[in-house]
């Protein structure tokens, strides 16, 4: 007599070895976990890569991945990096933009023409919540919010869109312009990081220059923002944002005259950081729910599986 054969949730996982395949409907595997000894590794090695080839990584590597992007000069150069790739694996990455609906025009237009020259890329806009203008962002929120309070201003511009993103889309890693060389907090730059919410936000980028970046720009005739013939070198919202002059840092321009130097989305102690760690939390009261759940199926279905072959 043959021994019965069970297929339930036991059948997704070797009892005897423990493994789970990627194939398993298994609830447990995470879509990306680093350690802090592998992600040492990781950007030990990524760090001695050309920016094209931590993007093959990328698109090879991470489940998920997006581009978050301003227009700015390097995340147009990556935006034309990852449409030169080539090789077995080839990957639009869809990009993020952010519409503070506080933008320049000269950004606007930029969004537009990038949309010609890369069609086959998709481009999400997403907008503060419940407003498609600066006249509703106004009536909404008030004249000048980004005076009056400027961390509120960073939240509902930038992080809610944002963390709206995430979800919506599914985000597991993301893309960002962020260099070294752009100074402030980006000094010490890691090639790829991971923040509270389990995020993955790879720079690929950051260990060039302005002038190398610049050069790839002008070299590959990418198209870029109008006002960097201005004076910008950085740019974002109109209110926060002006030229620089000879020997300034590059985002010297942006919130020019205090000790900003990044908005929400990159500050560890904004509204945004505080959002992640709640949602951090509450992930490993989930995890550690599901898993104690996990072990008691498995242990009701181990005796019910004894019970049969006894």
Known sequence: MSSPVYDGPLATRDVESG???GASSEPGLPDVYFSKPHLKFLNSQLQKLEPQDILQW???SLPGLYQTTAFGLTG?????MLSKLSGPIKLNVDLIFLDTLHHFDETLALVERVRRRYSGVNIHVYKPADCGTAEDFSTKHGERLWEKNEELYDYVAKVEPAQRAYSELQVKAVLTGRRRSQGGKRGDLDIIEVDEAGLTKV???ANWSFRQVQDYIKTKNV???ELLNNGYKSVGDWHSTQPIVEGEDERSGRWKGRA???CGIHNPKSKYAQFLRQQELKRQEEELSQALQNVKVESEQRELWGDICS
């Not at 147009?76 to 034309?80: F, Q």
């Open 19 to 21: 493994y789970a395949s």
């Open 203 to 205: 720079n690929p980028l």
């Open 223 to 225: 198209p870029y923002n």
């Open 58 to 60: 990328c698109i090879t």
């Open 260 to 262: 900003k130097t990044e």
């Open 76 to 80: 147009l150069a990556a935006l034309d």
